[in-house]
């Protein structure tokens, strides 16, 4: 492999980890790794007598200088941590764009995804991917039980390198230390925190890597839990990655290739690309997933831009699959050249392969012709109780006759002039701008194409236009329900309240919120 530039130009950008500041955050272990991937694609560009430059940033102000002032096309992105938000590592990429250099490495909309464990379930999710139950709890509010059986394991959503994950972070049945654990999380980390239903007793890494524009799938890999005691939860914890002393950092090797069934490996590969589309990743990453014997591969979250260290899983994983390492750093650097990067922001439509979508009309408003078509839609979906279908009828038939008297207003989405889904939404009673969704169903043979996205936008642009500013939606809190919670939060609603047993024994209700009189705020804050 050569790479042809005239001049050779690169310029390896890292953080200090030396000039960083955590308060509360006494062990910097995982910091300090990124000084160890510095000094590996160092000697790999020796080798390959490359030229290069070294330069370290302690805050994203700091980098207009160093962009300006560079005379290098090329900047290898070390950056991983930096003093201010934990949002700036991911603006990197963009403002190389703007100083028109080239970046090894994930964009900066992948790179902010990625970072956010909470967003990328939801992605992933959408993309009918396996991930685990999981409900997520904002600083400052107050936990409560999951509407999903343990054992649970709580993390933070917005770190990574394993930081916050430790054995005791692991917990068979809810209760007040679980709770307390979420609290402590908070307060270090000052940031949301993830209650997570722990799957299976495998961990399983694919990385993938972009070879001349081919991503290819390199072998997997298994952490061997072999040794660890009963009691002991398998998991990759922050001892077993930083603690080269610890009982967890010696008895977690890594076997590669990992020993999976024929099925199990195109299974993994599958999940792994897919993951790879859906969160816009480039040049490189890895997927970690744990595999359960009941319920098959779970994704636990998508790594861009991973370690690069000698010694760890990607490079490993490269070995495996005949690339040494200079070679992968090469790959990598290769990677940036041949054309501009362009945001991969790619949300695949679950389902899309089966129906084009050019097929689906605009949004239009109910009209008596479409009844009977909803309520069969409504029917079919096997949702709904008798009693619930009586009054979604008696609701149906009130927006169609008499909108503004019953307060009761219907849109229907078509393809090829065939209903195949419904909104029903309404002021809501002795209130001022807010509104309720009553109603939301897709037909069985059209879900997972975007449809019902489609209708909660449309729903929200006409309430927009009724002077609404507040939307509220009433769901089931069941374990039936999780795929309907999961896609209202990809729609930026927020869980806001549950009332348990509200539908019946262990169905709690669960209240979502979405403003529309408020922008839709940044990733950075």
């Known amino acids: 492999m050569t790479l042809d530039l005239h001049p050779p130009s690169v310029l390896i950008l890292h953080n200090d980890p030396r000039s960083m500041t955590r308060p509360g955050i006494e062990d910097l272990a995982s910091d300090l790794g990124v000084l160890d991937e510095v000094e590996a694609v160092v000697a790999a560009l020796q080798k390959h007598h490359i030229a290069f430059r070294v330069g370290s940033l302690c805050a994203l102000s700091g980098l207009q200088g160093i962009l300006a002032s560079s005379m290098e096309v090329i900047i290898f992105n070390l950056v991983e941590k930096l003093e201010g ?8 990429p963009a403002l190389c764009r703007a100083f028109h250099k080239r970046f090894t490495g994930s964009d900066s909309l992948a790179l902010a995804l990625t970072l956010d464990k909470w967003k990328t379930r939801a992605c992933l999710l959408q993309a009918n991917l ?31 390198a394993s930081e916050g994950i430790h054995a005791s972070s692991v917990f068979q049945e809810t209760g007040s230390s679980l709770f307390q654990k979420i609290k402590e999380l908070h307060v270090i980390y000052q940031q949301p925190v993830i209650l997570e239903r722990f799957h299976g007793t495998r961990e399983i890494n694919v990385s993938l890597l972009d070879l001349d524009g ?32 610890s009982f967890e950092y010696l008895h977690t090797p890594r076997i590669l290739p990992a020993p999976l069934t024929s099925q199990q490996l195109e299974e993994a590969q599958r999940i792994a690309m897919l993951a790879w589309q859906v969160t816009g990743c480039s040049s490189y990453a890895r997927v970690d997933m744990r595999w359960d014997d009941q ?8 790594n861009a831009n991973p370690d690069l260290s000698r010694d760890a899983g990607f490079a490993a994983a490269a070995q495996a699959a005949g690339i040494a390492f200079e070679d992968l750093i090469l790959a990598i650097l290769k990677g940036s050249i041949p054309q501009e990067k362009k945001p991969a922001y790619s949300f695949p439509l679950r389902g899309e392969s089966d129906m084009k979508k050019e097929n689906l009309s605009p949004v239009r408003r109910s009209t008596s012709e479409d ?3 909803i309520l069969s839609v409504l029917r079919d979906t096997g949702y709904f109780r008798p009693g619930e279908l009586s009054v979604a009828t008696e609701v149906l038939e009130s927006s169609l006759t008499d909108p503004e008297t019953s307060g009761y207003h219907s849109l229907t989405a078509c393809r090829a002039d065939c209903p195949v889904g419904w909104i029903c939404f309404g002021p809501t009673p ?6 309720d969704i009553y109603w939301i169903a897709v037909a069985r043979t059209q879900q997972r194409m975007g449809i019902g996205s489609l209708l909660l936008k449309s729903c929200e642009q006409r309430i927009r236009e009724m002077g609404g500013r507040l939307l509220l939606i009433e769901t089931s809190g ?5 795929s309907t919670r999961l896609f209202y939060e990809a729609n930026d609603y927020l869980a806001i309240a549950t009332i348990p047993d509200f539908y019946d024994q262990d169905d709690p209700r669960v209240t979502f919120m979405k403003r529309l009189d408020l922008p839709i705020p940044p990733l950075s804050e």
């Open 85 to 92: 938000s934990v949002w700036d590592p991911c603006w990197v």
């Open 130 to 160: 396996p991930v685990p139950e999981a409900i997520w709890f904002q600083p400052g509010t107050p936990p409560f039980s999951p509407p999903f059986p343990g054992p649970y394991i709580v993390k933070p959503a917005l770190s990574d």
């Open 214 to 245: 081919q991503v290819q799938v390199l072998p997997p890999a298994e952490i061997d839990f072999s040794s660890f005691p009963r009691h002991m939860p398998k998991i990759v914890d922050y001892h077993a990655k930083w603690k080269p002393e």
């Open 295 to 302: 319920t098959g591969f779970a994704v636990l979250e998508v």
């Open 371 to 373: 009844k009977e078509i």
């Open 430 to 435: 002795c209130s001022v701008h807010t509104f």
């Open 478 to 482: 069941h374990e039936s329900y999780q």
